[in-house]
Structure formats: C-alpha cells, structure tokens
C-alpha cells in the first residue's frame, strides 16, 4: 500500500503555508503529525499533489498559558501539540485531567508521539476524541487563512464526517480551551472493546453544581459531536427517558444499538460527574 | 521529484535523496538494509515498524522520511548494547516472548519504551500499553512477563545509564 | 520416557533460534535483496462476480503490465480431490475470463518500486460485466442467484454424507434439541503476510524462489504442473516466515506468476502482499453453517447426531488441500470425543464469490467443537443437569482406549473425563454458582454503571487428530499425501550434528526441540545441533508443516535417523576403541566405554572418519551421513485434547464480554518441551478468543468484504487474554517414539465454544442463547432484546 505520487514542501512560516495552500487551488493536504493522513495516503484514500508539511512552523508548538481574554482564562495550544504530551503533562493543563486522559485513550503511545492536536481536529473523523472533548471544554478554532485571522467555536467547526469548516488556504493553527471554573466535575466515558480503538459512542459531561451548569456532547456518533441542551436529564441523578428524547431529537436514534450504547455512556457519565472529587481524577 | 534529507540513524549520518511519499520503513529498510523493522499493516495499527523517533516510539510505516531532516531514528540494530534492551532480550528468551519473530523488533521498541516511561506499570498497565503491538503467535503471555521482570528487577536496583549508544 | 537429562525430552529449553530474532536479524522473505530486483504489484478484481469484458494496459507500459493471456505455457492451479463427486475449478493465476471474488489477481504490474508498481496498477483498464454475486451459503446451495462454475449446474463442490439409521433412536430419545448454528469468515492475518521473491539462476538453469511457505516441497511441486517445468529445475525456499497457521500452506497463483515472470524478465521480482490486499482479497477461513440435532436420553446421555453442515469454501479449490477438506472432515469428526449409537452428518462443500478456503489453525475441528458443544449445554438445561456432568456422561472413557470411534477414529490413548474433572475443579464451579445464586454479580442498580453484568461458566471439550499419515489421508485423494517422513542426519567433520528436515518451523521452536530429541537420543549438546529446513535443495521431501504434525513426524524421523547415526559412531568408536559396540553407550556429548574412563567426543569420532580414515578398518561401510524415514507404528494419527473452561462477566447494557477466568487441562502426551508448548496453547487460545468475541470478515450483498483495516478487522491485544491457567495431564501415545502428541492447533480449537457456553450461562436467565460466532457486542444486545420482546409479547422496544 503505497501512496500516488504528491510533492511535498515544508513552510517555514504560517504565511508560507496560507499561501502553498492557496496557490493549489484545493489539491494539497496539510500534514502535521501525519498519523492519520500517514494511512489515508498509503492506502490512496486520498490523492493530493501536494503535501504542505508544517511540522517546521514553530509558533505551532507554542502554549500560551496566560489567554485571560474577555471568554475568561483560558490556554492555547498550538495545534502541532502532540496527544502525547498533553498525556504526560509536559503541557499545561486547565481541565483537571480531562485533556490528559483523553489523550491518554487516543491509539496508541507510538501514534501519540506524533500526532497532533490541531491534526485530529482537522482531520474530523467522527470518532476522534478531540472533535468531542473540544466540543465538551467550548474550546475555539483558531484559523489563519488567505483573509486573514478568524476564531470559530469548536462546535461549529465540524460539518459530519470528515468535514470541516476550513476552506481551501485555511490553517489551524492554534486551540482555545477554557480552564475549567473551580468545582467543575467532568466525566468522558468512551465505549470501545479494545484500548486505542475507534469508540462506538463516547459521552462527555461537565457539571458544576455551584454554578448550576451542565453540559452533555454525544460524539462518535457517526457525525459531529452533538450538543445535548437538557438540564433536566441530570436534576435527579439520571434520567433515562429524557435522556433518550433527547438523543432522539438530536437524530442519534436511528440504530438501536447505537442508541444503547450512547445511553449507557450517558447513564455513566452522570455517575462519573455526581461522584467525582473535584480537581480532578487520574 | 526527490528532496535531500539528512538524519541520524543509529547514532550515524545519513544522507538521501527521497521521493516524499516513500515512508521512513521503506526508507530504512530497502535504502539503508536495516531490515530488523518489519512492515505489517502499512496503516499504524500493528506495530512491527515502531522504531525510536527523536527517543520516542513511532510508527515507521506512516511517517515520510523526507519529512525527518535533522531527526533521530533508532531502530532496533542500534539498541543491541542499550542496557535496557540487553535485559529485554534475556527476559524474552527466559520468559518465551517469541515464536514466529515477526513482530519482535517493535515489540521490544514498545517494551522498552514502557520500561523507562512507566517504572511503576502493573501487569494491567502492561497489556494496556501494548495495545499497540500485535502478535499473532504468542497470545502475549510471554511478552507480559518479560517485561514485568524487567520492571521488577530495576526497582530493586540502582538507576542505570538508559541513552542509547 | 520422559526426559532423563535436563536438556532432552521433557526440558523447557530456551530457544535457540531467539537469538537471531531478538537482534533483528532473522531473514524474512521481505528483508532479502537482490541486485536489479524488481517489484510486484497486482491488479485485483473490484467486483466479486464478473466476465471479463475488456482489458487494456498503460500505453507505453505494455512490457510492464502482464495478463494472463500473456503467461505463455502457464497452466491453472487444479486441486483436485478423489472423494466421489468432487468437482475440479480451474484457477488461473491472472484471471483469464471471469472473477470470482473481490480481489482476485487480474494483471501483474512490474517496476523498479512498489509505488510505483501500483501507480501502473491503477492505470490498468479492465472491464467487468458483473453477474449475481452468491454471497450466501445457504443460498448458494439451494436457491443460486448465480453459478460461480457454469459447467457444474450448481455449486456445490462436494457433497458428502456418513449416513446412519436413526429412526429407533429418534422415536426412544426423550431429549431433542435443534439448533442452528453459525461461524463467521475470518482472515487468519499472520503479522507478515505472504511474500515471494523469485530470480532465474542461469548457471543452474534453475527458478530459484524464496517463499514465506509452510510446505516447500509442495510448492515446488506445484509450480512444476503449473509452469510445466520439471521440479529439478525449480528450487523453494523458505526462509524465516512470520507466522503461518495454515494461510501459507498453498500454491499461490502469485507464485505462478512470479515464478514465469522471472524466467521472463531474467531478473528477480518480488511481492510482498499488504495488509489491505491479506484481508480483502484473502478472508478465507472458519465459515460453517449446522443445522443440528442431538438426540439424547433424560438424563443427557447423547444417542444419536443428525447434522447437515455447509461449509463456505469460496471460488476456488486451493492447492493442495481442496476444497473437499474441511466440508468432509466435518462428518468425519463431529463427533468429537464423545461415545453414541448413532449418527448421520451430510455437509456441503459450497462455493461462493469470496475467497477460496484455506484450513486454518484447528481446521474443521473449531466449527463442529463450537456446534456440538453449544448444543450439548442445550441438551443439558434439558435434562436439568450441570454441563460437565453431561461431558462426563458421554467422553469416551479412559478403559475404553485405544478407542475407535462411531466414525473409525482411532483414539490412541487419554482419559478425557479427568481433564474435565479437573478443569471443574480449576475453574473452582461452585464459587461462580454461589455468586450467581446470590445474583451478586448481576447488580440490577442502573445507577452503577457495573449493573447489569451477569457472570457465566462455560465449559468445552474436544480431541485433536495429529499427525494424519499416509493410511488416514491417502482417501482425500489432494495433490499431496504425506507418507514416511524423513530425516537426514549427519555429523560434520568438527562434531556438529546438521539435521535436515522437510517441514518448516515458523514458530514451532523446532530448531530447540529437535535438537532436544537429538540430545535425547545421542546425548550430544543441543547448542551442537544445528536444523536445516524450508530449503528443497537441501531437505528432503515432505508435505511440511500442517496437521499439528511435526514433533510426531519429525520429531520420530529425528529420533529414528539419531538412532542409526549413533550406530555408526560406536561402530567407529569400536574398532577405534578395540571394544564390541554393545560394551559402548551414548553419554555426555560422546561415547563411553562402559566401565571406564575411556571415551571419545563426537568431534573425536568425526575427526577420526573425517580426517584420519586411514585409522579405521577398511570394512567400515557405513559413513556419519544417515537419511531414514519414519512412520509411527500405528499411523492413523495421535489424539491430543482439552478441556476448556471460563468464567465471563457478560455487561448488558453494552454487550461487552469480560473473560474473568480461563482454565485449560490438555493431555498432549509426552511433551518434549512444556514452554513451548504451554506458548502454543496460549497463542492457539489467543485466536481462538479472536474467533470467539472480535473477528469476522463481513461480506455486504454484492460480495464486498466489508473490514478492509485493521481498524475494522478486530485482531486480540494483550487486553483481550484473560489470566490463563493451563494444567497438564500427560498421557503417552502408544504410537509415537516418545509418546508425543501433536497439539499445536488446539488453543484454537475450543474457546469459541467455552465462551459462548459461558455467555449463554450467564443470560439463560434472560432467555437468551447465541449460536453465532463472533459473539460481538451488537448480537449480544439483540439477542437480549429479541428476548425481551418475546417474554413480555410486546412489540415496541424503543
């Protein structure tokens, strides 16, 4: 499995990678980790002409700690930062240990050497783990493109599978994710038979009881990651009837296995956010 | 067309002219003929091409040579006097942590790897961590105690050097 | 006969061949170069049934792209089989006017690099005007959308039938119990996957091709009838192979091609097939459907068997085992280790547009375990007794051995019941039945999310047939028999013991283990023993490595060459020695003289016949060089088996299957070496567990296989293995020159069944009972579901 031919050229600046990609016309890939555009091109699911390689970009790796912004404090990360080091805390980290164990759940130590944050989210299968995680922390897309700078809301970012808002000459070159407030419980259950594998649903939940906040976002679900905007569902524990109108009208309920499943991550999650101790689990 | 690339491999320069698309497997085994790294799926699932990255565990077989100017790779014909390595191969042997050897070398990259980031793993973090490396042959049990042994007979000693030569 | 010193029979020796492997330098096919090598890539079939309506190459590539009507003098791949009624398919190796499954070979592509092959590759031009896929066994039998043969009028490539009166035994059996039961295509996905490098070597006018091959000899026999050569002018070799379990035992049509392309372009050339290639174009094992009754007495006694049995064996009979093999070795070993009055089995040998079978580690012996053993617990919730207790009812019984069979198997030696007895007792039963009386498991508490985990027990039983010989195997009537199997023995002039041996070690440790029996029989060092095999211009003939066959065959042959060789070295040491050869015995790396000190080394005797002829009589015939073939007294093959027995923790709300507990009681006779054998069994279970929970090759209605990655054909981790128990019985064969038993395949053999016994104890309370492999989260859910629906009579479940 070898892949067609392309060229490849390595930007040295995010301008130099705005415009290899534009001068394209829509026939070069970005390729960051390469840890998913590594298979697609072996296996010639895809066939561009051209590689824009900007693992050489070093403002990409940069993580800005002190974004206290008018959104509220939050960190940016690059978008060449690796799973793995989010995994081993070499980066900082304002979620309480959500971002490091769901990186920690990404394949496998090898891939998480590699591959990248920015990567994954642009690669937008609907089974990564960032697309739902950024969904779950209200992170934002941090975009440089031929018209310049723009910030889009994670949870518009994705358009289905392997979609993306990003058009031909766009770059990700950087995500903004909210420190989570004090007391905040999470939980990010994910369902899959063997570690490293795909999941099958994977149900992420904040809640922070002094605030009176929740939020709930189904991803895996074959599209991307859907927000649940029901309160109600956790007022008392967990309700599993409202639970599943809701999954129902968000249009998860075509396969009744499926459904189950995102069921039962939601029925956990809410176990995981009503027990938690607050700072955080390893 | 071919860019130039120049990299470390097993402590040695290496210079090449590489088409883009030829992945860093290919690159070491049929340019360089260090064939201990095995090419199994060619899409990063079975890890019979991890190789040591810049000191870490990659996957050869989805990463692009020409993409590894000024890097350092290491595949397992530059860890034969890496003291972690020497231990792995005695634990392999003393344990039956291989059958057909196929998916030797990248399992023992892996192992090594999870000696020295996680000195603490059980056996359940163990199998965990070797979600990554497939065997057809050895259903594991081996490869599980070889390690374990290593790990347990590190705690009970002083730190050794572990950078490879 | 177990081993009296520490490094012969009965030794865990460590592995002499590690340590190449564990430095990297083992030589695989795809690790060999040669200078001006070229690269291989095929053009495969898209479609899974088609004719050929049009083909046209690259232009200006014409030289490089190749059809088949270009393979002058190439002759199909036939594997015929005697039994009556077998109908032959043609196999050409690049299609010539129809395919017949997805990824079938129709154009052979050649360039400097594999990229570059496949760049060529997908400018080939072919034309497909598809036809009905028959995807389906069922279907293909008795209501074919289309024929995949024309000229058969069906297809069915074998129908065969051990018949059986059972019309007494069906009026008196108080217990019935139907069922229908299903084992889905797998890939046997070896991690390297098949490979062939092929030169022309002028000097000796010879085709000279390394193979990742389990059976040279055969390979070299088959290339010879399809390239109509003769076989002194083709050489196989087998280097080290990555992992074959029976998805390297076969003449490949990319050998074929590649052995005529060689000789065409007189340089070498080389594939080495992918993964993607491996799974969609090779998923070709495990598919079996029953249709199944067991009639048995009230308290389970097992009466009588009625089976019919389809076995999906895709588009084309494969050399050299056919088509036939596995849909006829399930009438004749359905049985299992289990005594009755009567039985009838008919199977179907079907043909469908998917890959053509291949036996696969445990052959047909893993689909009829998983039917027979998932309908005896049927048999025993009937009866209302304990699973095992029904085993014991019916094993054949240790007093009864040797034991033939209802259908002529002859059990060499065992005592079946106590590898159960103990497997219960292992697995420690009544613990499990406690907690599941206490419904402690179950936990009905939706706000723990470990609610609705159920715990169950399974338990399976089977017998293992190895080492077939000639007297059992010659009625299959396949391009292959195996018959006396040789050994060459020699010593060099500096005291090593070269042995040379026609099967193939790929994992079987032989090149530790023969030098165990080596040292067993001359008490030479095993470190001075070196095996040469794979090679065919340097082993003599043999079918190769299949059939759990090689420590009995191989093993005998090189006990019984070692013997002799060890005659020839006392009768130099004797008339060096001045001594009669029966005053001289085989000890401590040489050869003693029996009450004294005097003694001489092996390198003493070689260097002597060697170096120094002159000192020895010139009536000494015999040289240090002994080639001798060995068949067991009795050659209808050893009998190893296994009680399997495992605790799951079943969750349902998910569907996932947790194995808390696994225990495995095995009789493989004398063990010449428990570490090695202990690794087979647990690698065995390791895809036996593979079978049971997480692999399947789906194939959509137009014959498409649906798991193309890794990704999607879920192979087990080192998470999937449970703790593993593993306890010995050791019952000699009466038969085989120390005792031993062939086992290799049994690991793969019982766990399907053991587990799925195990998950419907767990859900019998649901009313759920899965008899479908693999048990995958979806059909445990539905199955709950379905049988929700049916207790409750309602008809919504949203």
């Known amino acids: 499995m070898k892949p067609a031919p392309f060229d490849w050229l390595q930007a040295r600046t995010v301008d130099e990678a705005v415009g290899a990609l534009v001068a394209a016309e829509g026939d070069a890939l970005v390729v960051a980790g390469s840890q998913s555009l590594g298979p697609m091109l072996n296996l010639r699911l895809v066939q561009p002409s051209l590689l824009v390689d900007i693992r050489g970009i070093e403002g990409l790796l940069a993580v800005d700690e002190a974004d206290d912004g008018a959104a509220g404090p939050a960190i940016t990360y690059g978008s060449l930062v690796t799973h793995a080091a989010i995994e081993d805390g070499r980066v900082a980290d304002g979620t309480n240990g959500l971002m490091p164990q769901v990186a920690r759940g990404i394949a496998y130590r090898a891939i998480r050497t590699c591959g990248t944050i920015g990567g994954s989210v642009c690669h937008a299968d609907p089974a990564g783990d960032w697309g739902t995680a950024l969904t779950l922390l209200s992170a934002t897309a941090l975009i440089e493109g031929p018209a310049g700078r723009r910030a889009v809301p994670i949870e518009g970012f994705f358009l289905g599978p392997f979609g993306t808002v990003l058009a031909p000459g766009d770059l990700l070159v950087g995500l903004r994710v909210p420190r989570l407030p004090p007391g905040t419980r999470w939980a990010y259950e994910k369902c899959c038979r063997k570690p490293g594998e795909f999941a099958e649903s994977i149900v992420g939940m904040l809640r922070n009881e002094a605030q009176g906040t929740c939020r709930i976002v189904v991803g895996a679900n074959g599209g991307a990651p859907v927000v649940i905007d029901d309160r109600g569902i956790l007022r008392d524990g967990f309700d599993p009837v409202r639970a599943r109108a809701a999954l129902a009208s968000a249009g998860l309920d075509g396969d009744p296995y499926l459904l189950k499943l995102h069921l039962a991550m939601m029925q956990r999650a809410a176990l995981e956010v009503s027990t938690q101790v607050p700072g955080g689990r390893r | 067309m071919k860019h130039p690339v120049r990299l470390q491999v097993n402590g040695r320069a290496v210079e090449a002219q590489v088409e883009p698309r030829l992945n860093l497997a290919d690159f070491v085994r049929d340019h360089l003929h260090l064939t201990a790294t095995h090419v199994g799926c060619e899409h990063g699932v079975c890890g019979a091409c991890t190789v040591l990255l810049d000191g870490a565990p990659a996957r050869a077989c989805i990463n692009f040579a020409v993409r590894c100017d000024g890097r350092d790779v290491r595949t397992l014909e530059g860890l034969s006097c890496d003291p972690v390595m020497v231990r792995l191969r005695a634990a392999f042997t003393a344990e039956h942590a291989l059958q057909c050897g196929y998916c030797t070398p990248g399992m023992l990259i892996t192992a090594r790897d999870i000696v020295l980031r996680l000195p603490d793993a059980d056996e359940a973090r163990i199998r965990v961590e070797l979600a990554g490396n497939l065997c057809r042959c050895t259903g594991y049990a081996g490869i599980v105690r070889a390690i374990a042994s290593v790990l347990e007979a590190r705690l009970s000693e002083p730190s050794e050097p572990s950078e490879p030569r | ?798």
């Open chain 3, 1 to 798: 006969m177990a081993g009296t010193a520490h490094k012969g029979v009965g030794a865990s020796l460590p592995r002499k061949e590690d340590a190449r492997f564990l430095l990297g330098e083992g030589e695989f096919v795809g690790d060999i170069h040669r200078p001006g090598m070229l690269e291989v890539a095929f053009v495969r079939a898209p479609v899974a049934h088609a004719r050929i309506a049009g083909r046209l190459k690259p232009a200006g590539f014409e030289g490089r792209v190749f059809f088949m009507q270009d393979l002058d003098g190439v002759a199909p791949i036939r594997a015929v089989s005697g039994l009556p009624g077998f109908k032959a398919s043609d196999l050409w190796p690049l299609a010539r006017d129809k395919v017949r499954h997805v990824g079938e070979a129709v154009a052979m592509c050649v360039a400097e690099t594999r990229a570059e092959a496949e760049d060529l590759a997908a400018q080939v031009m072919v034309e497909y005007d598809e036809l009905p896929a028959v995807v389906d066994m069922e279907a293909a039998l008795s209501a074919p959308p289309a024929l995949l043969h024309e000229q058969w009028g069906d297809n069915v490539f074998l129908e065969s039938l051990v018949d059986g009166d059972l019309a007494a035994i069906r009026a008196r059996a108080e217990i019935r119990i139907t069922r229908r039961l299903r084992t889905a295509r797998q890939s046997m996905a070896p991690i390297e996957g098949r490979a062939v490098l092929c030169e022309w070597n002028g000097r000796l006018g010879q085709l000279e091709m390394h193979s990742a091959a389990q059976m040279p000899h055969i390979t070299r026999a088959g290339l010879s009838e399809c390239l109509g050569i003769d076989q002194g002018a083709i050489r196989v070799i087998a280097p080290d192979v990555g992992g074959g379990f029976g998805y390297k035992g076969i003449l490949l049509p990319e050998e074929v091609c590649l052995g005529w392309l060689a000789r065409h372009l007189r340089r070498p050339v080389r594939w080495l097939e992918d993964r993607r290639e491996q799974l969609t174009a090779n998923a070709n094992c495990r598919e079996h459907h029953y249709d199944l009754t067991l009639h048995a007495d009230r308290d389970g006694r097992l009466l009588a068997i009625d089976c019919e049995a389809i076995v999906d064996s895709g588009a084309y009979s494969l050399y050299p085992f056919s088509a036939c093999l596995e849909a006829a070795q399930v009438g004749s070993i359905l049985p299992g280790p289990y005594t009755m009055e009567g039985y009838r089995c008919r199977t179907w040998s079907v043909a469908t547009n998917k890959p053509g079978i291949l036996p696969y580690r445990g052959v047909a012996r893993t689909g009829v375990c998983f039917a027979l053993e998932v309908t005896l617990d049927a048999v025993a919730r009937a009866a209302g007794r304990e699973p095992y207790e029904v085993r014991l009812l019916n094993l054949v019984q240790p007093g009864q051995m040797p034991y033939d069979n209802i259908t002529r198997k002859h059990f060499d030696s065992g005592d079946y019941p106590e590898a159960v007895r103990r497997a219960v007792a292992a697995i420690d039963l009544p613990k499990w039945r406690a907690a599941q009386a206490t419904g402690e498991d179950a936990g009905t508490d939706m706000a723990d999310p470990r609610g609705g985990r159920r715990i169950g027990v399974g338990f399976a039983v089977y017998c293992e047939q190895g080492a077939h010989g000639t007297s059992v195997y010659h009625g299959w009537g396949i391009p292959m028999v195996p018959g006396r199997e040789p050994c060459a023995a020699r010593l060099s002039p500096d005291g090593i013991l070269e042995l040379r041996i026609g099967a193939h070690s790929h994992g079987q440790s032989l090149e530790t283990t023969l030098a165990q029996v080596a040292h067993e029989v001359l008490s030479i060092d095993p470190e001075q023993v070196r095996l040469v095999h794979g090679d065919t211009a340097m082993t003599p003939y043999s079918t190769g490595t299949w059939g759990s066959r090689c420590m009995v065959m191989s093993g005998g042959a090189v006990a019984q060459s070692c013997t002799e060789l060890g005659e020839r070295v006392k009768a130099i040491a004797s008339a060096v020695l001045d001594v009669p050869p029966d005053a001289l015995q085989l000890r401590d790396g040489g050869v003693h003289v029996r009450g004294s000190d005097r003694c001489l080394s092996f390198a003493e005797v070689a260097h002597l016949f060697y170096r120094q002829p002159q000192r020895l009589p010139p009536t000494l015939e015999a040289g240090l060089e002994v080639v001798t073939g060995y068949r067991p007294e009795v050659d209808t093959g050893t009998f190893s088996y296994a009680c399997h027995a495992v605790v799951v923790s079943v969750d349902t709300q998910l569907g996932h299957v947790e194995l808390l507990d696994y225990v495995i009681v095995e009789d493989g006779g004398t063990l010449v070496n428990p570490m090695v054998v202990d690794g087979q069994i647990i690698g065995g279970t390791a895809q036996g567990i593979g079978t049971a929970l997480y692999e399947e090759m789906p194939y959509d209605m137009q014959g498409q296989p649906l798991a193309s990655t890794l990704a999607d054909y879920m192979l087990p981790g080192a998470t999937e293995m449970p703790p593993l128990r593993i306890e010995h019985l050791q019952t000699p064969s009466p038969y085989t020159r120390f005792g031993q038993k062939g086992l290799g395949e049994g690991g793969a053999i019982a766990p399907p069944a053991a587990i799925v016994n195990a998950i419907n104890d767990a859900l019998a309370p649901l009313g759920v009972e899965l008899t479908e492999t693999p048990a995958t989260p979806r059909r445990i859910l539905a199955a709950i579901e379905a049988a929700e629906v049916e207790r409750s009579g309602s008809g919504t479940h949203a």
